[in-house]
């Protein structure tokens, strides 16, 4: 009999409920702070903390924390001009070349865009850090990560902005295209159609517009939506891959790149970005990957099973672990 697999919670509190931030009183480092694997549709709350002191200077929020904390690693590094990169710098000076360590304080949270859009997680913690009395180097309150002008999208917010844009170009009963979209700065509000209310197909019928998928893409508007699509993940200077596209409803953009505009490897280059080749699994490398994967999903010493590995973007490291169990 197949055993029915355990769902994540929806929300994991790592500090108590009450938002009470810790201050921080010994060094730490980060193999004392696990970060999780990313969980599509959920967020962590995270803190930047002085591996000295172990007190937090900076507030945050992400949907796959090891990658954001590489992309403020390599910000520090090119000497962004930022609080929290300066702060980070120091930090670097002053501990002899040990880095700020990420701490997850509040997830995985799972986004409901209309009643609980997880920035609000964010600012819930600002607040409370301020409450402490604790002095944060963010440079902004915060409750922006997907914003577009300072706004963060609800359904009804896009839905209305979707309708003005119709109305705007005078579309009638046409759903807008991605091109329109970028043409019009709202390359911000597709990407969180397309992630967050059901993708653009989804959102069409809600509002009762025809949807075509036909796409007049140029090189303008192509480099346009894959930067947006770069900011909307957080990638940094990666180049999204095939199925990033697909999340973010730009597979047709995917094949156009392909077919006409000389290959994605070319397309990377002209862009500064660079792509990120399948990891060399090894021993070492698949063992601490499964475990923290284990510890994920809080199996105990149940082994993950193929679901679970896909579920958390890991379907290579499954390929992997059978490809060397069959040699052996």
Request: hydrophobic letters at 35%.
């Amino acid at each position: 009999m197949r055993r029915k697999q355990s769902k994540p919670s929806r929300r994991l509190r790592v500090l108590p409920a009450q938002l009470i931030p810790v201050k921080g009183i010994t060094a730490i480092a980060q193999r004392d702070c696990i970060l999780p694997l990313r969980i599509r549709g959920n967020s962590y709350v995270y803190q930047l903390v002085d591996p000295i002191t172990g007190g937090p200077q900076y507030v945050g929020i992400s949907n796959d924390p090891r990658r954001r904390l590489s992309a403020h690693a390599k910000a520090a590094d090119q000497q962004i001009s930022q609080r929290v990169y300066d702060w980070w710098r120091d930090v670097l000076k002053r501990s002899g070349g040990w880095p700020p360590v990420m701490r997850i304080i509040e997830g995985p949270i799972r986004d409901d865009a209309i009643t609980q859009p997880t920035e609000h997680a964010e600012v819930a913690w600002l607040l409370a850090h301020d409450k402490a009395g604790i002095k944060l180097v963010n440079s902004a309150p915060g409750g922006r990560t997907r914003s577009l002008k300072e706004k963060v999208w609800t359904f009804f917010s896009a839905r209305d902005e979707v309708l003005s844009l119709v109305g705007i170009l005078g579309l009638g009963c046409e759903y807008p295209t991605q091109a329109q979209f970028l043409e019009n700065d709202l390359s911000g509000l597709y990407s969180s159609i397309a992630k967050r209310f059901g993708g653009q197909r989804h959102f069409a019928k809600k509002l009762g517009l025809s949807f075509s998928r036909r796409e007049n893409w140029n090189v303008r508007t192509a480099r346009t939506a894959v930067n947006g699509l770069v900011l909307s993940l957080d990638l940094g200077s990666t180049y999204p891959t095939y199925a990033q596209f697909k999340e973010g409803d730009l597979e047709g953009l995917w094949q156009t790149i392909h077919n006409k505009f000389g290959g994605h490897q070319l397309f990377a280059d002209q862009l500064n970005f660079r792509i990120k080749r399948c990891p060399r699994w090894g021993a070492v490398l698949a063992r601490d990957e499964v475990l923290s994967l284990v510890r994920l999903c809080n199996l105990g010493n149940t082994y993950p099973s193929y679901a679970q590995f896909l579920e958390h973007g890991r379907s290579g490291l499954y390929k992997y672990i059978w490809g060397t169990a069959w040699r052996s």
